[in-house]
């Protein structure tokens, strides 16, 4: 997502033990329409914010998920 002055990454996380989400293993597991709903409720709710242009970029994959965890996790491990 991207909005002045700002690059703001998101994931999409779902519990690992509820059956409900027992066949989401990557973001290709999730129907075409939830992803339009995740991506107009994340614009919705940064939109609001004054003087805020806001761009919702595509999906990544589970890897790229990992990866900017783990590259959040260690920046703030390093913080500490």
Known sequence: MIYPYDYDQKTITVVDDY?????INDIYDINDLQLKEIKKKIYIYKV?????HVEVLEYDNKNQAVKLIKKFHKAYIYIL
């Open 19 to 23: 059956m409900k989400f027992e066949d």
């Open 48 to 52: 609001l914010y004054p003087g805020r």
